[in-house]
């Protein structure tokens, strides 16, 4: 369950950048997982649609990118709105 909090930590920062730049909808989010981070698209995908009901960021696809190396990072690689 430890995803959920991650997710919300990952939301609040596109949230915050999104607003810096003057995002009103973030239609993309790329997210890096690290391959010894133990959390799975699908699972960030699942906690992201509940989290995000009625934000800028409700309804943005996410993409995943492998991190390799014995990597535990899950992190936001970029966002793209408008």
């Keep these: ?3 959920a909090g991650l997710i919300k930590d990952m939301l609040r920062i ?6 810096k730049g003057d995002m009103k909808k973030i239609e993309r989010i ?4 690290g391959d010894m981070s133990h959390v799975t698209p699908e699972s960030v995908s699942l906690y992201f649609e509940h ?10 696809k996410l993409t995943f990118a492998p991190i390799e190396g ?8 970029s966002i793209e709105g408008d």
């Design 1 to 3: 369950m430890h995803e």
């Design 14 to 19: 596109v949230l915050e950048t999104a607003q």
């Design 30 to 33: 790329d997210l890096g997982l």
């Design 70 to 77: 014995g990597s535990h990072d899950f992190r936001v690689l």
């Design 51 to 60: 989290f995000s009901k009625g934000t800028p960021a409700e309804g943005a």
